[in-house]
C-alpha cells in the first residue's frame, strides 16, 4: 500500500467517522422544539466532498435552541 493509498483510508475513515457523528447528532436535535414553530430544525446536511454542515431552522430562536444543543453535543 502507497502512502496515497493509505492517506485516503485515513481520510476516508475520518470522513465516516463524522458521518456517524453527524447522523446520531441530527437524531438528537430534531427533538428540539421551538415554543412558536414546533420542531426548530427544519434541514441539517452533512455534504461529504466539502466536508461542510447545511443547518436550517424555523426562526432566530430556533437557531438558537440548536445551536445551544450543537455546543453541547
Do not use: W
Not at 46 to 73: S, Y
Amino acid at each position: 500500500m502507497s502512502n496515497d493509498d493509505y492517506g485516503d483510508d485515513i481520510k476516508e475513515g475520518m470522513v465516516d467517522k463524522i458521518q456517524e457523528i453527524f447522523d446520531k447528532s441530527k437524531l438528537e436535535m430534531e427533538k428540539i422544539q421551538c415554543p412558536e414553530h414546533g420542531q426548530a430544525l427544519k434541514n441539517f446536511e452533512f455534504d461529504r466532498t466539502n466536508g461542510r454542515f447545511k443547518i436550517d431552522t424555523c426562526c432566530p430562536d430556533g437557531e438558537k435552541l440548536v445551536q445551544e444543543a450543537i455546543n453541547k453535543l
